[in-house]
């Protein structure tokens, strides 16, 4: 079956820095474009970052960019999320997302998705 394992996460101060990894398992993820979303208690979810599988463009929210870069290690079949600059807002739990779609660019919608991890939760305090 295809899934999605993400790790990285765990608890960080303010301004530190987490890498989150999305691994592919059964497919390979080089043909998916992949992204990254959010969910922290009282909030509604949020597309964090994607990038798309055709051209590697990326699209940030405005409230990571500047401080998150989302890359691709197609080698190791696998997604990066390297969170900097880290605030106590930033906390939740993250989740990777992906969807066949190579000669599309990705978007932060969760229609646009039909895969879908188990999360990573990422905990920011002093």
């Known amino acids: 079956q295809l899934q999605l394992v993400e790790s990285g996460g765990g608890l960080v101060q303010p301004g530190g820095s987490l890498r989150l990894s999305c691994a592919g398992s059964?497919?390979?993820?080089?043909?998916?474009?992949i992204g990254w979303f959010r969910q922290a208690p009282g909030k509604e979810r949020e597309g964090v970052s994607c990038?798309?599988?055709?051209?590697?463009?990326?699209y940030y929210a405005d409230s990571v960019k500047g401080r998150f870069t989302i890359s691709r290690d197609n080698a190791k079949n696998t997604v990066y999320l390297e969170m900097n600059s880290l605030k106590p807002e930033d906390t939740a739990e993250y989740l990777c997302?992906?969807?066949?779609?190579?000669?599309?660019?990705?978007?932060?919608?969760?229609?646009?998705?039909?895969?879908w991890g188990q999360g990573t939760q990422v905990t920011v305090s002093s």
């Open positions: 997302v992906a969807v066949r779609v190579h000669f599309r660019r990705c978007k932060l919608s969760t229609a646009d998705y039909d895969v």
């Open positions: 059964g497919f390979t993820l080089d043909y998916y474009n």
């Open positions: 990038v798309s599988s055709s051209d590697g463009t990326t």
